[in-house]
C-alpha cells in the first residue's frame, strides 16, 4: 500500500513558476517508481512525467518537455515537480502516482494522490 499526498497547488499567471510536491507518506516498497498527471476539465487525465526510483529513468510528456522538471529525495520521501513558463493550457489538477518497482508508472500507476490544482491566468 501506498499513501501520496501533492501540495503546491495555486493560481499563477502565464509565465511564471510553480513547484508541486508529493509526500509518500506510507509505502510498503523499499522502491517505487512515481510520477505526476493532470487532468483539465472536460479531458481525460493525462501523464506529464515520472522518475524511477534511483533516478536513473527519467520521462517527460511532449508537451511540458523544457519547461517542467520531476525530480525526488528518497531519504525525505518527496517527488517534485518544477514547473516553469507556464501556459494557460496547463490549468488542471495535478496528480501524483506511483507504482510497484516492476510496472511503469506512466503506463500502469497502481496509486493515486487526491490532486492539486494549478491554475494558469493569460
Known amino acids: 500500500q501506498v499513501q501520496l499526498v501533492e501540495s503546491g497547488g495555486g493560481l499563477v499567471q502565464a509565465g511564471d513558476s510553480l513547484t508541486l510536491s508529493c509526500a509518500i507518506t506510507r509505502s510498503t516498497f523499499s522502491s517505487i517508481n512515481v510520477g505526476w498527471f493532470r487532468q483539465a476539465p472536460g479531458k481525460a487525465r493525462e501523464f506529464v512525467a515520472a522518475i524511477t526510483w534511483g533516478s536513473s529513468s527519467i520521462d517527460y510528456a511532449d508537451s511540458v518537455k523544457g519547461r517542467f522538471t520531476i525530480s525526488r529525495d528518497n531519504a525525505k520521501k518527496m517527488v517534485y515537480l518544477q514547473m516553469n513558463s507556464l501556459k494557460p493550457e496547463d490549468t488542471a489538477v495535478y496528480y501524483c502516482?506511483?507504482?510497484?518497482?516492476?510496472?511503469?508508472?506512466?503506463?500502469?500507476?497502481?496509486?493515486w494522490g487526491p490532486g492539486t490544482q494549478v491554475s494558469v491566468s493569460s
Open positions: 502516482a506511483a507504482a510497484s518497482p516492476s510496472r511503469r508508472v506512466q503506463n500502469t500507476p497502481d496509486y
